[in-house]
């Protein structure tokens, strides 16, 4: 009877910890804004993970419209709850698009780094680019936060979480700024090769 708990306890203790949260952290672009939630870049990584690590859980916290003030203000209680290994962090676009401080954004991009490393989250970060139309100053500082802060803190980066789709205008909504949900796959694609390396097998 002994050796049965034990083992049972055992069992327990191994399902209990191989259970892997990835928590992805983001905008409108990560919350499928204008298409079906099942049909977004999320939802089809769950899916590809239910498949191949299926110990994995996705939780999306994205949000539209967030800033990254906003995505470092709901982000402790986030680690909190959920306890992640992993964190997506899809944040920036917005401030870009609202032309605002690129110091305040990179800076708020720290801290969520930061707070995800204190609780030995495993950091990606997702790098975004805007339009040409707002100089090419204010460009090429947003641009090179993300790599930047990807070498400070030695975390994953996906160059460019929009590649080939940001600019194809077959794969926008009539918005022009949002991905259909044709786009979402490659989305998915640009994301999985810098994730699958930290992974962990069951």
Known sequence: ????????LLLFTTIAYSNETILVVGDSLSAAYGIDPQQGWVALLQERLKQTYPHYTVV??????NTTTEGLQRLPELLKKYQPSIVLLEEGANDGLRGLPIQAMENNLAQ???????????????G????PNYGPKYT???????PALSKKYNTALVDFFLDGVGDNEALKQNDRLHPTASAQPKILENVWPTLKPLLKQQ
């Open 1 to 8: 009877m002994v050796k049965l708990f034990g083992s049972l």
């Open 112 to 126: 969520m780094i930061e707070l995800c490393q204190q609780q030995s989250s495993q950091v990606v970060l997702l």
């Open 128 to 131: 975004m680019r805007i339009p």
């Open 60 to 65: 999306n916290s994205s949000i539209d419209g």
């Open 140 to 146: 090429e500082q947003f641009t090179a936060v993300y």
